[in-house]
């Protein structure tokens, strides 16, 4: 089936450096790419999504970027700040019956910014 | 304000007793979904809803049900509980595009 893979699963760094986790995906039809944040004991919120029509997107301190002909997309976060600690999960849409719902979400990466 | 809402928020039963999770929307979402959360295995979808009585499998479905009888509520119904039905659940709901998703607070759910 589809899926897609999520790498580090964990991720360490100090305050003020940059934090990159990557996704890649096995549905070339997918075309809807969000990232969501889950601090911990809350539900996940969107940070940012990016469709198959952009390669970048950015929003102040985090950016995705998505290469489809790899099939992967990235998300960075610059100058990081210990309250961007938090679990972060990609996914990946996929056609079900003509609309593009359904998302495969990746397995999450723990994000541990160090003061 | 416009949110998914859960209940219970918490839940401990033992092996067998059936127990239904609610979940409300109040943002007039066409698409509706559930998903449980385990560690090291991310969000998987147990069930979703793209209209009023109009509900499909999701990647694991078994031992729930669900049922789409209004469209502003997906209740989750576990007939007949079992341990490795301990999770973290989490009901979302999205515009028909499905951008973007949004989710309810969970339910932690503990089956003895």
């Known amino acids: 089936g589809e899926n897609v893979e999520q790498h580090p699963s964990t991720l360490s760094v100090q305050e003020g450096d940059s934090a990159v986790i990557k996704c890649t995906y096995s549905?070339?039809?997918?075309?809807?790419f969000p990232w969501y944040k889950q601090e911990l004991g809350k539900r996940p919120q969107l940070i940012i999504d990016i469709r198959s029509n952009v390669g970048e997107k950015k929003d102040q301190r985090i950016a995705v970027t998505l290469n489809k002909t790899a099939k992967h997309f990235s998300l960075h976060i610059t100058e990081t700040q210990p309250e961007d600690s938090a679990v972060y999960f990609c996914?990946?849409?996929?056609?079900?019956?003509?609309?593009?719902?359904?998302?495969?979400f990746g397995t999450g990466t723990l994000l541990a910014v160090q003061p | 304000e416009a949110q998914v809402t859960q209940n219970p928020r918490y839940l401990i039963t033992v092996t067998g007793k059936k127990l239904t999770v609610t979940c409300s929307q109040n943002m007039n979402h066409e698409y509706m979904s559930w998903y449980r959360q385990d560690p090291g295995l991310g969000l998987r979808q147990i069930y979703y809803s793209m209209n009023v009585e109009v509900t499909d499998k999701g990647d694991v479905p078994e031992g729930y049900k669900v049922s789409r009888k209004e469209k502003r509520n997906f209740p989750l119904i576990l007939e007949s509980p079992s341990p490795n039905q301990t999770s973290l659940y989490f009901c979302?709901?999205?515009?028909?595009?499905?951008?973007?998703?949004?989710f309810g607070n969970g339910t932690r759910l503990t089956v003895t």
């Open positions: 979302a709901s999205s515009p028909l595009d499905g951008t973007p998703l949004h």
């Open positions: 996914a990946a849409s996929i056609e079900t019956g003509g609309a593009t719902n359904k998302l495969i």
């Open positions: 549905d070339s039809a997918s075309n809807y």
